[in-house]
């Protein structure tokens, strides 16, 4: 369950706003990441840790 509902979603600058194939990210979570698919932004989202999500973008550069 969700403390707080994430409202300040953010997406990569390399994201292009054409085809909406992106994920979106909001840290206003508590002490977790929230992470959506942008064409489905009522859809599920998927919670990390920050840690965790710091090691996921670091394994994605």
């Given at each position: 369950?969700?403390?707080q509902v994430p409202t300040d979603w953010?997406?990569?600058?390399y994201s292009g706003d054409d085809d909406g194939n992106c994920v979106e990210v909001s840290p206003e979570c508590g002490a977790g990441v929230a992470i959506r698919d942008s064409k489905r932004p009522g859809g599920p989202r998927l919670r990390?840790?920050?840690?965790?999500?710091?090691v996921f973008?670091?394994?994605?550069?």
């Amino acid at each position: 369950m969700w403390a707080q509902v994430p409202t300040d979603w953010r997406k990569s600058s390399y994201s292009g706003d054409d085809d909406g194939n992106c994920v979106e990210v909001s840290p206003e979570c508590g002490a977790g990441v929230a992470i959506r698919d942008s064409k489905r932004p009522g859809g599920p989202r998927l919670r990390v840790g920050v840690r965790a999500f710091g090691v996921f973008v670091d394994a994605q550069r």
